[in-house]
């Protein structure tokens, strides 16, 4: 399986961004992608996922009511769509695909998630 990411940038505080993540390979309905970010000194953390097969969606605290994350119709593109960022949303964007995600209780661990896009960045000026 592999990931890429796109559509990072520069963006002002309150703006929207949506980035994408191309997923191609053998993947199957029994996985999650999500999408993790990583700011400057900080560990990377659980954004959003949402499940190959039936499009059910999770996310993090710090993201509910402003990010939505999304499959588009041919289900080989995942979108995370930002509104009202604030600057604390910047860093690195990465998505990434764990293989028995679809059931997963613990989906916000990294370690889950077995295959990794190069990340985007995004920065969210004040």
């Known amino acids: 399986v592999l990931l890429q990411a796109f559509g990072g940038g520069l963006v002002q505080a309150g703006g929207s961004l949506n980035v994408s993540c191309a997923v191609s390979g053998r993947i199957l309905n029994s996985y999650a992608v999500a999408w993790f970010r990583q700011a400057p000194g900080k560990e990377r953390s659980f954004v959003a996922r949402i499940n190959w097969g039936g499009g059910s969606t999770k996310y993090g605290d710090s993201v509910k009511g402003r990010f939505t994350i999304s499959q588009d119709n041919a289900k080989s593109t995942v979108w995370l769509h930002m509104n009202s960022l604030k600057p604390e949303d910047t860093g690195v964007y990465y998505c990434?695909?764990?293989?028995?995600?679809?059931?997963?209780?613990?989906?916000?661990?990294?370690?889950?998630?077995?295959?990794w896009g190069q990340g985007t960045e995004v920065t969210v000026s004040s």
């Open positions: 990434a695909a764990d293989p028995g995600g679809y059931r997963r209780i613990t989906y916000a661990r990294p370690s889950h998630y077995n295959f």
